[in-house]
């Protein structure tokens, strides 16, 4: 019996094998490790740069931005695991040249298709989860009617007949806007003067504010707390001054927001 042979039927695994299964081994760990973390949405790392959302639209937000991120380094992985592998087990020994392959269908057909799948797969969830998100119901539980203006908020509960103002130029108390935590929320938004943009960072998403071209979205909130809006949109002298005051509050302290809303409107009204 050759050395060769001898080897063969001792059932020892070869030495470029054993490597191999290493490394297939290893690309399926770090696999299934960015997919269980995906899950752990309060961890800072698998939000990957996303400030803790406090609403349900924003909770899909996350979930398609980490799934993308997941089907990134999936396509990552088996790249470069291909290119290592074929820099370890098939460099060149010798001055012979190895075996060479033209026109091979099958591979061919593959690497084509598998990207239309991928564009495909991002392209649905994209599309269902824009669609969720744009979604504004028949009678959402309230509604604010924002106004931006150069350069503060007016925001208007058409449903209470009340009104909250903010200083212009930045200048004393920012504009407060409150709602209820659990109960459909709708913003219709419009513009005074110039483009603004509305934007809550822990929403995770904002909505442009463009003189007579109204915008719409609505928002379930998840969690109570105080919070800062923004307009991420250049809008004049005073652009970063533009800030407001978020409170996202229990219902129960919701409705007593309102009521005191009303009775220092009645006041002021009476007064004058």
Not at 45 to 53: D, L, N, S, Y
Request: glycine share 8%; net charge positive.
């Amino acid at each position: 019996m050759t050395t060769d042979n001898a080897e063969q039927g001792s059932g020892k695994p070869r030495p470029g094998r054993s490597r191999a299964t290493r490394a297939a081994g290893l690309t399926v760990a770090l696999t299934l490790l960015v997919l269980g973390l995906s899950g752990c949405t309060n961890n800072t790392f698998t939000r990957i740069g996303f400030p803790p959302t406090i609403t349900r639209q924003g909770e899909t937000v996350l979930t398609l931005w980490q799934g993308s991120w997941i089907a990134a380094f999936a396509v990552c992985v088996l790249i470069w695991g291909l290119v290592l592998w074929a820099v370890v087990f098939h460099r060149k020994r010798g001055d012979k040249l190895p075996p060479q392959a033209r026109y091979n269908m099958p591979i061919e057909i593959t690497y084509t298709a598998v990207p239309f799948v991928l564009i495909a797969v991002l392209f649905y969830f994209t599309a269902k989860d824009e669609n969720y998100i744009d979604h504004n119901p028949a009678r959402p539980a309230v509604e604010v009617n924002v106004l931006g203006l150069q350069w503060s908020w007016q925001f208007n509960y058409p449903q209470y007949r009340v009104t909250s103002t903010g200083n212009m130029y930045g200048e004393g108390p920012l504009p407060v806007l409150e709602i209820p935590k659990g109960e459909t929320v709708e913003f219709n938004l419009t513009s005074e003067d110039v483009i603004h943009a509305f934007w809550v960072p822990q929403f995770l998403f904002k909505r442009d504010v463009i003189p007579g071209h109204p915008n719409h979205f609505t928002i379930t909130a998840t969690h109570t707390g105080t919070f800062t809006g923004h307009c991420s949109e250049l809008c004049g002298l005073y652009h970063a001054k533009m800030l407001f005051t978020l409170k996202v509050v229990t219902p129960q302290q919701f409705q007593a927001y309102i009521s005191a809303q009303k009775a220092a409107q009645s006041s002021s009204g009476s007064t004058q």
